[in-house]
């Protein structure tokens, strides 16, 4: 039945079967019927077989449009609409990419030292041939990804699809840490591992911390610094900051902050979806201050500068 099945799944929608039954002689009355149908069904096709071609190609050319705008579309302008649409979009696209990092971080260099200690006696169950060679190497750290998502109120228009954005990358890796803040620090990492992004928003909804409020960026990079830093900081470490950098703080706390994570990390990465404004400028004083220690200045305003993003979470 597989050959049937497939042919029937992959070539045409109009393909029907025999009813089986266990009347022998109905069961063959209905194949030559099948043949019948799927005969005249053939006749009848090769005369609107180009009707059939172009509608199809409009059909995927206006798919395609539709994917291009939905990539490019600032989420700040999405419409109540097209807020299902892009969100199925996002999905799939973004956890493709979110696999794929996932790979590459329980990815692991094989080769090393040749352990010849484990090499002999792993070949006993060889009948004593070298045919599975055992290596030994230092072992590294797993590197890790720590994300900051600015849920305040000048945040708003981004924040509920970079928070999509986080549960999607969460969900593939517990190398992957999450948090949220506004005027305070939470940690979001088990909330966004939920088997539904629903379920996710329920917990968050619960919290304490202070959504859709001001700003404190120095203040949060401070409890980080001060709680989860010692764990979650290293040489292997990618920071990443998803704000529009409006502090109420001052600019020398945020510096501050700022410096002592750029030292114990590998990469900080800053997401600005300002800046997928043609006037944008970084002139507020919080940005100012911490563009000195950022590796990675970036827009995050649409679903195409997201998944921009794999460029440089260069894992190793």
Not at 75 to 91: G, H, N
Not at 262 to 280: F, H, S, T
Request: proline share 3%; glycine share 6%.
């Amino acid at each position: 039945m597989f050959d049937d099945l497939f042919m029937a799944f992959w070539e045409t929608e109009e393909r029907r079967w025999p009813i089986r039954s266990k009347n022998p002689a109905k069961a063959v009355t209905g194949s030559a019927e099948s043949a019948h149908s799927r005969q005249r069904q053939g006749i009848i096709g090769s005369n609107t077989g180009s009707a059939r071609e172009a509608e199809k190609d409009a059909r995927n050319f206006s798919g395609a449009s539709a994917v291009e705008r939905f990539r490019k579309v600032d989420f700040s302008e999405i419409s109540q609409a097209d807020v299902a649409e892009l969100e199925r979009l996002s999905r799939q696209l973004v956890r493709r990419m979110s696999y794929r990092l996932a790979r590459r971080l329980r990815a692991q260099r094989r080769r090393g030292t040749v352990d010849f200690r484990r090499t002999f006696r792993r070949s006993i169950c060889h009948g004593g041939e070298l045919l599975d060679l055992r290596y030994k190497r230092r072992k590294n750290e797993r590197s890790k990804l720590v994300i900051l998502l600015d849920v305040s109120d000048s945040m708003n228009p981004y924040s509920f699809f970079l928070l999509k954005f986080a549960f999607a990358l969460g969900k593939r890796s517990k190398e992957i840490r999450s948090f949220v803040f506004s005027t305070l620090l939470l940690e979001v990492s088990e909330m966004l591992r939920t088997r539904r992004m629903s379920d996710a928003l329920r917990k968050l909804a619960k919290t304490t911390t202070a959504w859709a409020g001001g700003t404190k960026i120095g203040g949060s990079l401070h409890e980080f610094n001060l709680r989860h830093a010692s764990a979650l900081s290293s040489r292997q470490t990618i920071f990443l900051v998803l704000s529009d950098g409006w502090d109420t703080g001052e600019p020398a706390d945020l510096a501050a902050e700022l410096k002592r994570i750029r030292r114990r990390v590998r990469k900080l990465i800053w997401l600005n979806p300002l800046l997928g404004l043609e006037d944008y400028q970084p002139a507020t004083r919080g940005i100012r201050a911490a563009l000195p220690y950022i590796d990675v200045f970036a827009p995050a305003h649409n679903l195409e500068s997201l998944l921009a993003l794999e460029a440089h979470l260069d894992w190793r």
